[in-house]
């Protein structure tokens, strides 16, 4: 069956580090791939996503590339903040094919220090 | 254009209580998706509804769940007969079209449910 695999928390990392989330996933076809945040006491928002192999998404200074040879969409940013302080959830999805729910990877939760 | 809705946000029960969890799509959506969050755990797909109609339930424990959406009103998931083990957040997303992959998904605040 399909999984995604993230890198286990909690993260912490001091403001302006650069960030990387690695995410692995294990699927048959061509998925779209998603990462989702989620602050405390909310809901999960997407922050970005990727349809196709080599494509980039990008969203609030966060980007992953979804690299078919290694099945992997790791995220990074450059500099982070502390607002960025939150779990962080890479899923995929099929279109259609009656495959209609995401699969998540556990969270990671991230923490970012002054 | 008001998100997702899910009440209640807190839900307790007893063992062998029914519990009722709701969800209101975005404005202009008509498919929903429930998934289940356990501890420590990340989200699990249970089941993806439109108007009147389950089209995909591959997620939903056989026994206990169910879940609906009605011509009118909000998506309900219900649990009968709760057990410890029921214990999650259950959080409800919503979509403008069917294709999960290439239309976003708009996820609720969610209901964290606490069975005593």
């Known amino acids: 069956g399909n999984s995604v695999t993230q890198m286990e928390g909690p993260v912490t990392l001091s403001e302006e580090a650069f960030l990387t989330i690695n995410c692995t996933y294990t699927?048959?076809?061509?998925?779209?791939l998603f990462w989702y945040v989620q602050y405390p006491g909310e809901g999960l928002q997407l922050l970005l996503k990727a349809t196709k192999a080599d494509d980039k998404g990008s969203n609030k200074g966060f980007e992953a590339t979804y690299r078919k040879e290694t099945t992997s969409f790791h995220l990074e940013k450059g500099s982070v903040q502390v607002s960025d302080s939150a779990v962080y959830f890479c899923a995929l999805g099929y279109s259609g094919g009656g495959a209609d729910g995401l699969t998540f990877g556990k969270g990671t939760h991230l923490i970012i220090q002054p | 254009n008001a998100g997702v809705m899910q009440n209640p946000r807190h839900l307790v029960r007893r063992r062998g209580q029914e519990a009722r969890l709701r969800c209101s799509p975005m404005k202009g959506h008509s498919h929903v998706y429930w998934y289940r969050q356990l501890p420590e755990e990340g989200l699990k797909f249970m089941v993806y509804l439109q108007k009147e109609n389950i089209i995909d339930e591959s997620g939903m424990p056989k026994e206990r769940f169910s879940a609906e959406f009605p011509k009118e009103g909000p998506s309900i998931l219900r649990i009968q007969q709760v057990v410890r083990g029921d214990s999650a957040a259950y959080f409800c997303a919503s979509s403008p079209g069917p294709l999960a992959a290439t239309d976003t998904q708009y996820f609720g605040p969610g209901t964290r449910l606490t069975v005593l």
């Open positions: 699927a048959t076809g061509y998925p779209s």
